[in-house]
Every structure is written in C-alpha cells, then in structure tokens.
Nanobody, 120 residues
Framework: VHLVESGGGSVQAGASLRLFCAAS????????MGWFRQTPGNQRERIAT???????FYADSVRGRFTISQGNTKSTLYLQMDSLTPQDSAMYYC???????????????WGQGTQVTVSS
C-alpha cells in the first residue's frame, strides 16, 4: 500500500489550505483513511478520519474548522483546513487501515507527510 500526500505549505493565520491524499494498493472493501499531525517531541495526533461507509471523526481542536471528504475515488481524500492558527503548524500525515483509531500504531499505512506552517 502506498499513500501520497500533497497540499501543505506556509500561510498566515486565518488562511486556508487543502491537503490531498491518494492511496494505492488497498485491497479491503471497507477501510479508514484519515489525517494525523505531529509536532516535534509529540506523538502523532488523530485529527480527522473517514471510514468508507462515510462515518467521520474530528478532534476537538479542529472540529468546525477542518472538513474531511472523499475525493473522486474511494481511495482519495481531502482535508480542507480553514481558519488556520499557528497551533495548527505540524507535519500532517495521511494514514489508512482496516479501522479508525486514535492510536497511530494501530493504523497500518502511512504517507510521508506534508508540512503545514501557520504564522501569526
């Protein structure tokens, strides 16, 4: 399985970014795809996930500002990030697996990450 992210960058506070993830090689008919983020010295934090049935999860820190959605195929995923703050600065990782979990060790597959930097 191969996951590739794109869309990170450096923006000012209040701006928006949209991340994209494309997965290939997943053979499960139902699975979870989503986004984790990580800052130096901290564990990867689950921020938004979407199961193929449509069920979504958002962390409290991003609910109402971030929107996860499927792309034009089941194996593509967007994360629309609005009203960004400096606290959103992190490396963002796309992850996938048979289930959605808070524990990053329970997610099977990972992308290489894309950096998001928000300045005040």
């Amino acid at each position: 399985v191969h996951l590739v992210e794109s869309g990170g960058g450096s923006v000012q506070a209040g701006a928006s970014l949209r991340l994209f993830c494309a997965a290939s090689g997943i053979t499960y008919s139902r699975y979870c795809m989503g986004w984790f983020r990580q800052t130096p010295g901290n564990q990867r934090e689950r921020i938004a996930t979407r199961f193929t049935t449509g069920n979504t999860f958002y962390a409290d820190s991003v609910r109402g500002r971030f929107t996860i959605s499927q792309g034009n195929t089941k194996s593509t995923l967007y994360l629309q990030m609005d009203s960004l703050t400096p606290q959103d600065s992190a490396m963002y990782y796309c992850a996938a697996g048979p289930g959605c979990y808070n524990d990053p060790q329970k997610m099977n597959w990972w992308g290489q990450g894309t950096q998001v930097t928000v300045s005040s």
